[in-house]
């Protein structure tokens, strides 16, 4: 069960532990790959460590890990953008205000919508991009 709460351009999902099934996305060993990039000795940049997950011309899935008060500024995307927080919680700016994404939790942003995010502490999170056609 979970809970649904507008934020204007953003749809917030909280302990949202059943997703649809899908069995056209593959499957990942999430917790090897999130240790994997931890351990990558560029993570202690001030740069997102990232890996592509899952690419097509109608969904792009991406794992990234932050370290603390790594800031990645505004982005308008023309298609829906979700965040789905594994470690840590991010910060998200909208231009109505902010909000906190936490463990578990997941947001959804409508396309064309501006925002920036930051971690204030290390965070692992699977960012996907969606056309909506």
Known sequence: MYQER???????FLNN???????LLPAFDLPGLIQLMKNDRNLGKREPNSMILY??????ILL??????IKIESYQSNRSISFRVIEGRLNLHI?????????????ILNEKTNYSLESMEETVFLLTLESLT
């Not at 507008?6 to 917030?12: G, K, V």
């Open 64 to 69: 990234l890990v932050l370290n603390p008060k």
């Open 17 to 23: 532990d059943h997703e649809p099934a899908n069995d």
């Open 6 to 12: 507008e934020f204007s351009d953003a749809l917030l």
């Open 55 to 60: 690419k097509t011309q109608e969904k792009t």
């Open 95 to 107: 231009r109505n205000g902010s909000l906190t994404i936490k463990k578990g939790e997941l947001l």
